[in-house]
Nanobody, 125 residues
Framework: QVQFVESGGGLVRPGGSLKLSCETS????????MNWYRQVPGKEREIVAS????????KYVDSVKGRFTISRDNAKNTVYLQMNSLNSEDTAVYYC??????????????????WGQGTLVNVSS
């Protein structure tokens, strides 16, 4: 059974930092790319960062580039998202999922239909 357990969210002031974690189980973690997503109520879930399974190269959407860093620990089956210089537009529920690279897509496709509960990041003064 594929599972994702996100943690590390919370209330933070603009300009602050948070580090999110996503513990996974039920699949071969080291064989998959990993993606972080976020969702604001009323809007579709969007991908924000991705890390490959091979050389751990990373990719970010423009709105978080230079502020967020995705990393992974294959020994712990865990992916992380370090978020710095947070602003109100980063407020969202953050999720992770595994990814499968596709030659016609900019980011790996979401691998599994199941999602974790997410972790809420609230950037507010």
């Amino acid at each position: 059974q594929v599972q994702f357990v996100e943690s590390g969210g919370g209330l933070v002031r603009p300009g602050g930092s948070l580090k999110l974690s996503c513990e996974t189980s039920g699949f071969s973690f080291k064989g998959y790319a990993m993606n972080w997503y976020r969702q604001v109520p009323g809007k579709e879930r969007e991908i924000v960062a991705s890390i490959t399974s091979t050389d751990h190269s990373t990719k970010y959407v423009d709105s978080v580039k230079g502020r967020f860093t995705i990393s992974r620990d294959n020994a712990k089956n865990t992916v992380y998202l370090q978020m710095n210089s947070l602003n109100s537009e980063d407020t969202a529920v953050y999720y992770c999922n595994a990814g499968v690279p596709h030659p016609d897509m900019e980011y790996p496709l979401t691998a599994f239909p199941s999602w974790g509960q997410g972790t809420l990041v609230n950037v507010s003064s």
